[in-house]
């Protein structure tokens, strides 16, 4: 399998190298060159198949001979180690749960798969690579426990400084080995510029293969196609059809669902559910891509003003609106309405929702199902996640999951960072 630039001025490159590089050296997101759709019997038996093999056989045309069979299962078999079930919330709605992973973020797969994809190319020691990573609270965490102890890849993780919580930092924090965390004196924004400017900086880059690890990466967008195969896996026998809500920041998720349609899954339609950061809503309605700068919302992993991966959406359906409206809406809430419906989900089925699960909740709510469509929405973060509102808006507490209590006693170590020259420091001492 091949994958080429979608600013087109790059050459193709093999699944590897569209790993470690991340980003095409135009700096357009790598794309595969083709998807080839399923056997239907796959999915007329896909009870039949387990979590590896469902992983397997949707992903293997994606990394092509690179890995080969034992060896990918392998790697399937260590990052689905956990549960993905839906659980009914009212009679034509569920929500597929992705929090069970080691950090009870849904990134962790797409984090545990691209750290052992780069442990694997780098068994002989041959392409040391350093992930480099700016953070806003869950993608630092999921990163920094899939990288924990891959050889050959050492992980610098940004983050503000006092504006990520307090189970969030120690995710970061008080791993140590291969990890570090870089403790940023300003906002997120800071953070995310710095790294910008690393990977543009030759003096760093001609000493260093730098990577980044956020949904832009092949590796960490495509295995999340897993989750909307393992919903229609246990859905499939209520005879209906299924319309997803995903809860969408740089629609890295959704977009991999997408994929899975076109591999053959039988999907109805797609809603992108997002908080007030709209610019994909705006665009559905005006055909006008406008981006706007980021707003703070209480649903914070969804606060992105200039989704990077909506361009893939687009060309999943070969930019043709058209097409694309027919299968796929969008539609933007704000933190009131989120809370609303937090509330709502608790007194109808007693199920704590976190507010990325909330807002697709509302999405589908949004959609109007039909009686032949089931509802599905995806709950991205355990709601331990963000306790503070969780709690505050249900009145309710939250008991500590035992991946997170594991570490909310260790100490915390971090380097104080204040500019770019000291990033720059570190990554060529
Ligand atoms: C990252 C994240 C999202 C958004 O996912 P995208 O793939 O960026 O659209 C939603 N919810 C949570 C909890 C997240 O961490």
């Known amino acids: 399998m091949q994958y080429y630039s979608l600013h087109k001025k790059a050459p193709k490159v093999s699944f590897s190298e569209a790993v470690v590089r991340g980003l095409a050296p135009d700096k357009g997101l790598y794309f595969p060159e083709t998807i080839t759709p399923l056997p239907d019997s796959f999915f007329e038996n896909i009870e039949n198949s387990d979590k590896v093999e469902i992983g397997y056989q949707t992903i293997k045309q994606f990394v ?38 080691p950090t009870m973020a849904f990134k962790d797969v797409g984090a545990r798969f691209m750290a052992r994809c780069l442990g694997y190319f780098n068994r002989n020691n041959e392409n040391k690579v350093t992930v480099l990573v700016a953070t806003s609270g869950d993608t630092g965490g999921a990163v920094a426990q899939g990288f924990l102890g891959v050889k050959g890849v050492d992980v610098v993780i940004l983050y503000p400084s006092g504006k990520v919580s307090d189970i969030q930092e120690r995710q970061l924090t008080t791993l140590g080995q291969n990890i570090t965390a870089l403790e940023v004196d300003g906002v997120f924004d800071d953070c995310q510029d710095m790294v910008k400017k690393a990977f543009l900086d030759h003096s760093i880059t001609d000493h260093m293969q730098l990577t980044s690890a956020n949904s832009i990466n092949i590796a960490r967008w495509l295995p999340q196609l897993f989750y909307f195969v393992f919903a229609y896996k246990q859905l499939k026998t209520k005879g209906k059809e299924i319309v997803f809500s995903v809860p969408s920041g740089n629609f890295g998720n959704i977009c991999a669902g997408i994929v899975a349609n076109k ?61 694309l409206k027919d299968q796929f809406s969008a539609f933007s809430f704000d933190d009131d309405s989120t809370k609303e419906a937090m509330k709502e989900i ?84």
Not at 357 to 385: I, Q, R, S
Not at 394 to 422: A, C, F, H, R, W
């Open 263 to 323: 591999l053959g899954l039988p999907v109805k339609h797609f809603v992108a559910s997002t908080n007030v950061n709209d610019t994909v809503v705006r665009f559905m309605e005006t055909e006008k891509y406008e981006p706007k700068a980021s707003k703070a919302t209480i649903s914070n992993a969804m606060d992105v003003g200039n989704p990077s991966n909506f361009i893939r959406i687009q060309q999943l359906f070969d930019n043709n609106f058209t097409s």
């Open 64 to 101: 092509g001979n690179e890995i080969p069979e034992a060896d990918l299962k392998e790697i399937l078999k260590d990052v689905l180690s956990f549960d993905f079930p839906v659980v009914d919330i009212t009679e034509n709605i569920g929500t597929l749960e992705l929090f069970h992973g």
């Open 346 to 429: 608790y007194e109808k089925s007693n199920y704590i929702a976190d507010p990325h699960g909330a807002v697709g909740y509302l999405g589908l709510k949004n959609y109007d199902l039909k009686n032949d469509e089931y509802g599905v929405f995806l709950e991205t973060a355990h709601p331990v996640k963000f306790l503070d509102i969780v709690e505050d808006t249900l009145d309710l507490s939250v008991e500590i999951p035992p991946q997170i209590q594991k570490v909310m006693g260790k100490e915390k170590v971090s380097i104080k960072t204040n500019d770019y020259s000291k990033l720059k420091e570190f990554l060529l001492s």
